[in-house]
């Protein structure tokens, strides 16, 4: 395995009807899908002014992106996200990261 680490992409609308708090408590549902794949490290999810939703997961690596994608479908969690997610708008990509930085609330 390699050490690069993997950020996955995602964007997509919600079915109409769908509020955002409504979409929020379902995703969080999905932490527990996450802490089940080896590898997971980080997990962000926001709706720009358009309306399109977009996360962003890191992964330790390439092959623990593609590991949790492959059981993706058949986790519950992540079947009762996707019942609010119109499919015809999802994309999705990989891509190693060349630059990270996070700061600590202590050093902000």
């Known amino acids: 395995m390699s050490d690069i680490q993997i950020i996955e992409t995602v964007t997509f609308r919600t079915i109409a009807g769908v509020s955002d708090s409504d979409l929020t408590a379902v995703a969080k549902g999905l932490n527990a899908y996450l802490d089940r794949c080896e590898g ?24 623990a992106a593609k590991a949790a994608d492959a059981g993706f479908m058949a986790a519950p969690e992540a079947q009762a996200f996707m019942a609010l997610v119109d499919r015809d708008t999802v994309s999705m ?12 609330p202590e050093t902000a």
């Open 93 to 104: 990509g990989h891509a190693p990261i060349t630059l990270a930085r996070t700061v600590s």
């Open 40 to 63: 997971f490290r980080a997990r962000t999810l926001y709706k720009d002014a358009s309306g399109l939703w977009h996360e962003h997961y890191v992964w330790a690596n390439d092959a």
